[in-house]
């Protein structure tokens, strides 16, 4: 409790407040320092102690500011010692000295050489960037830089997956209908999940067990076993990827299924081939596929 007429005052609270927010600072800072670039840290809602880059970025932008704030407030408390180091010390005369020309030497030595890249700055600006590239996987990269900003419609444009089925997948893995016109931040945002994910369920590359499951609520769950066996899994590649595995044409593949009076496209995958085409299993589809079977 406080005594009665205790009284705020401003240089310890000024002091407490410009320690915690270099302490803030020196945390933010050395989090931003580590992460990934933009574009792969809004791809994969990259996170660090439970907060994102953007939230880590934002709390070093208010840090600084409250660093500001104490600073000048700092000075205005201690002005005129501040103002001594700048006078002689036998003649209290504005001179020269040593101790505060270092000091303004030395921002201008740092401003110079990371201006035009001397060393030691270019080198550990150079290792900066080797941290933040390191988190990048290309095999899991976003299509083009920035994709989370993409349509949903767009997004499946630039996979090269019908709009149909991209919507269809996305569906079965328990994230409703969605229109076109959907952002995929926002989508990814709605489902607490990250635009890398939407993008692996439209492709066709999501396994099963991550997030939400396919067929989930459905009812609609394939098993594939039986009916000459050796097709467990199966139903998760696509028409091309089955093809390419099995050595059969695509394009001979394409025409047996079209023979068939099938709508078919070569990003479906088999189990979407098969109940988009009034089949419970996608046997059929591959019997078909193989040559061995047309359908009636």
């Given amino acids: 409790m406080l005594k009665p007429g205790y009284r705020f005052q401003l240089r310890p609270f000024t002091s407490v407040l410009i320690a915690f927010s270099f302490l803030m600072l020196a945390v933010s800072g050395t989090v931003l320092f580590m992460a990934p670039p933009g574009r792969v840290a809004n791809w994969t809602d990259w996170q660090m102690l439970g907060l994102t880059k953007h939230e880590w970025g934002g709390l070093h932008i208010w840090f ?38 270092g000091a303004v030497l030395l921002c201008i030595g740092v401003f110079i050489g990371t201006k035009f890249g001397l060393v030691p700055f270019a080198t550990l600006l150079a290792f900066n960037e080797q941290v933040k590239n390191s988190w990048e996987d290309t095999r899991t990269s976003a299509p083009i ?37 959907k952002v995929i931040a926002d989508i990814a945002r709605s489902f607490t999940v990250s635009p890398q994910r939407i993008y692996e369920v439209i492709s066709g590359s999501a396994g099963h067990g991550q997030g939400f499951q396919e067929g989930k609520g459905s009812g609609r769950g394939i098993s594939s076993g039986g009916h000459g ?15 390419a595995n099995k050595g059969i044409d695509l394009q001979q593949a394409l025409a047996r ?15 979407e081939i098969a109940l988009a085409n009034g089949y419970d299993r996608p046997y059929k589809v591959l019997e078909i596929v193989e040559g061995r079977t047309v359908a009636e």
């Fill in 257 to 271: 299924l079209e023979q068939a009076k099938m709508k078919v496209s070569a990003e479906q995958t088999l189990r």
């Fill in 145 to 181: 830089p920035h994709a989370e900003l993409l349509t949903l419609g767009a997004l499946a444009e630039q996979v090269k997956v019908p709009y149909e089925t991209a919507a269809e997948r996305l569906q079965n893995h328990g994230f409703g209908n969605l229109a076109p016109d």
């Fill in 229 to 243: 066996g050796g097709y467990s899994g199966v139903g998760r590649q696509t028409l091309a990827d089955y093809c």
């Fill in 64 to 101: 600084a500011l409250l660093s500001v704030i104490g600073a000048l407030l700092h000075l205005f408390f201690n002005l005129r010692p501040m103002l001594n180091y700048f006078k002689g010390r036998i003649t209290r005369r504005m001179a020269f000295r040593p101790e505060w020309v």
